[in-house]
């Protein structure tokens, strides 16, 4: 399969994740997720989709029990809707980027809260 098909075939299938998550679950802990990417392979029996929610460690886990456990109902809602010739097996990872990216952003709020962001340190480190 070409790469434009597989971006097109992933796309889709993100978003109709997205959609029966947000829309038509009953489970509340799915309603937080995040679907940040899918990554579908070459003969599209395999659909690896990437997930974030912001959270604990405990969180993080209860959310891909109830993923994991969810693949069958979202295989079974998409199966129709898509209309693809084989329906690719579906694969929650947790996408650490966006916890990563809130750390971040963080450290520059405490960073320039702390006054070492102020211009006329800055300036005087640059002229040192």
Same mark, same amino acid.
């Given at each position: ?19 029966? /998550? ?14 940040? $990417?899918?990554?579908?392979?070459? $003969? ?37 809707? /898509? ?14 980027? /966006? ?30």
């Amino acid at each position: 399969m070409g790469k434009k098909y597989l971006g097109r075939v992933g796309a889709l299938i993100q978003r109709k994740v997205t959609q029966l /998550l947000l829309e038509e679950s009953n489970d509340p802990r799915l309603a937080k997720v995040t679907i940040t $990417d899918v990554v579908v392979n070459r $003969d599209t029996t395999r659909a690896e989709i990437f997930y974030s929610i912001m959270g604990t460690a405990e969180e993080r886990a209860e959310v891909q029990a109830a993923l994991d456990g969810a693949t069958g109902w979202l295989r079974s809602e998409m199966a129709p809707t /898509l209309r693809l010739r084989n329906l690719p097996q579906l694969v929650f990872s947790y996408d650490p980027s /966006l916890a990563h990216g809130e750390r971040i952003e963080a450290l520059l709020h405490e960073y320039h809260v702390d006054g070492v962001g102020d211009d006329e340190e800055v300036e005087d480190v640059v002229e040192s």
